[in-house]
């Protein structure tokens, strides 16, 4: 089992970047391929990117455009994601997910087994 903990979410200004972590304990991190998801009001939860236990195969949601990197650092148990050029469009909690690691990244937050709590993003035009 792991434990995931968010952060770095906050307000910024449209065009503005942010770097989102998530800090996970309990079984070892790089046990696990990891996501990102997001979920802005009224809508469903959404896929935004995912990278495998290695961190050589990185997945994005094509609304991402570039302008996201997911990344990880197994030595210090943490999932990152950089955004920049952010949109009012971006706002949402977004949420780290993990999933025991697979000879494919799924995309699915269905085959995701483990969740943050989350940290909002609102970005203003």
């Known amino acids: 089992q792991v434990q995931l903990v968010e952060s770095g979410g906050g307000l910024v200004q449209a065009g503005g970047s942010l770097r989102l972590s998530c800090a996970a304990s309990?079984?070892?991190?790089?046990?696990?391929?990891m996501g990102w998801f997001r979920q802005a009001p009224g809508k469903e939860r959404e896929f935004v990117a995912a990278?495998?236990?290695?961190?050589?195969?990185?997945y994005y949601a094509g609304f991402v455009g570039g302008r996201f990197t997911i990344d990880r650092d197994n030595s210090k148990n943490t999932l990152y994601l950089q955004m920049n050029s952010l949109e009012p469009e971006d706002t949402a909690v977004y949420y780290c997910?993990?999933?025991?690691?697979?000879?494919?990244?799924?995309?699915?937050?269905?085959?995701?087994?483990?969740w943050g709590q989350g940290t909002q993003v609102t970005v203003s035009s």
């Open positions: 997910a993990a999933t025991l690691r697979a000879a494919q990244v799924t995309r699915r937050p269905d085959r995701f087994d483990y």
């Open positions: 990278i495998s236990w290695t961190g050589s195969i990185t």
């Open positions: 309990g079984r070892t991190f790089s046990s696990y391929d």
